[in-house]
């Protein structure tokens, strides 16, 4: 998902944030899908196991191809906040995230212009 943070269109965003759906579980984690209730209520009936640390979690990567996005830094960050890495959106707009990369969201930041309100 990509979302801006400023409420702004992308190419006029100050900030914005990119993260890719995927799953993850606790270790160990088992689920009876004949508890499984036909509406779901938010709670997990289902799970006979809830399973401990370490969580499981499948990485996702992907192709970014959005040109309003062109000269965005990037920081890519882990479940933890940390950064793994930056760099800046080239003019094609195109922005290459691996799934070997433990990368759980993408902060985008745009530098301001010179006469742009602050």
Known sequence: MLYSQDGLPFAKTKRASLSLASTSFNSGFRLDPTK????????????????KAPVLVTRAGAIL?????????????????KSLG???IPPNGVLKLEAADPIWVVELTREPQSG???
């Open 36 to 51: 499984l209730a036909a509406k779901g209520n938010g709670l997990q009936p289902g799970a006979v196991v809830a399973g």
């Open 116 to 118: 742009d309100a602050r």
């Open 65 to 81: 191809t959005a040109p309003a996005l062109a000269g965005m830094t990037y920081t890519l960050r882990d479940w933890n906040m």
């Open 86 to 88: 930056s760099g800046t």
